[in-house]
Nanobody, 130 residues
Framework: QVQLVESGGGLVQAGASLKLSCAASGPTGSVHFMGWFRQDPGKERQFVAAIKFVAAINGRDITYYKDSVKGRFTISRDNAKNGVYLQMNSLKPEDTAGYYC??????????????????WGQGTQVTVSS
């Protein structure tokens, strides 16, 4: 199973930026998607962004975003660590949550459903003050 370790969370003011990193190890050649999800205590884990590993269009990775983060967040590959980054700009208090990296090792099911991801990191907290 793929092992994932996140880093880069913290406490920032509204409007600031943070960059989360997710390093992957193990059978990373089996990964089809990697994604970022976020979760508040007592609430369901929500999709934030995903990147498709197995194909690219004209050399550009295929990426997907939650509507509320489009134009502010960017998911990209970290080729050195076989993982992904999440660049978060123009952060808002409503972005406050625990952020989790995940890996999907098959093409079954949607990229935005956490139930379809088989490997998860331990999470990193992002807190945005107003």
């Amino acid at each position: 199973q793929v092992q994932l370790v996140e880093s880069g969370g913290g406490l920032v003011q509204a409007g600031a930026s943070l960059k989360l990193s997710c390093a992957a190890s193990g059978p990373t050649g089996s990964v089809h998607f990697m994604g970022w999800f976020r979760q508040d205590p007592g609430k369901e884990r929500q999709f934030v962004a995903a990147i498709k590993f197995v194909a690219a269009i004209n050399g550009r990775d295929i990426t997907y975003y939650k509507d509320s983060v489009k134009g502010r967040f960017t998911i990209s590959r970290d080729n050195a660590k076989n993982g992904v980054y999440l660049q978060m700009n123009s952060l808002k208090p409503e972005d406050t949550a625990g952020y989790y990296c995940a890996a999907k090792t098959n093409m079954v099911g949607s990229y935005d459903d956490p139930a379809n991801f088989s490997s998860w990191g331990q999470g990193t907290q992002v807190t945005v003050s107003s």
